[in-house]
């Protein structure tokens, strides 16, 4: 063999998740089926002859199908806790992060146009809380949005809302409008 895999092992390992649970599936279906409906469906002989290769093809198809399953569960583990950690984040904001989250909350809307150096929003985005929208863009204006994750939880800074942070976020709206030239 010489470190080379047999050319059935690359095959199976190639075949999605969803191949090899089906097949698992297939094969539990065959071993435990009824007897009158096996007779009826005419795999009692089949399965009288194979039960041993058929209970073997089914534990390695479940057995490949985890496998091959396990960078998900990685993945979707580790977004999951990412995401966990930034909502945790809503708790330590600056006054400035907190001015343009609360001016999103506030007016019920998930994006805003900052300077693309903006440092609040720099900030934000370094913790996960705002996301650059495009790539390419007027760099006075450039388009933010909130992660939909994020934008479930901002509700919970409602309550930290006071009617000076009310005054600071109406002044904060009047210096990010676009100045029309007559």
Not at 66 to 90: D, G, N, T
């Amino acid at each position: 063999m010489n470190g080379v895999s047999p050319v059935w092992l690359k095959t199976i390992q190639e075949l999605s998740p969803r191949i090899l649970f089906g097949l698992c599936v297939l094969c539990l279906l065959i071993l435990l089926l009824p007897l009158p409906i096996a007779h009826w469906l005419g795999i009692d002989s089949i399965r009288s002859h194979y039960r041993g290769w058929i209970g073997i093809i089914a534990l390695a198809a479940f057995a490949f199908g985890l496998v091959q399953l396990q960078p998900w569960f990685w993945v979707m583990y580790h977004s999951r806790k990412r995401q966990k950690e930034i909502i945790e984040a809503l708790n330590s904001l600056s006054e400035g992060e907190f001015i343009i989250m609360a001016y999103c909350f506030t007016r019920d809307r998930p994006g805003i146009r900052l300077s693309l150096n903006h440092i609040a929003a720099l900030s934000l985005c370094r913790r996960g809380l705002l996301v650059p929208e495009s790539t390419v863009g007027n760099p006075d204006r450039w388009p933010y949005i909130i992660p939909p994750y994020v934008w479930k939880h901002l509700p919970k800074l409602g309550p930290k809302i006071t009617p000076d942070i009310k005054h600071r976020i109406d002044d904060f709206e009047k210096s990010i409008r676009p100045v029309r030239v007559l």
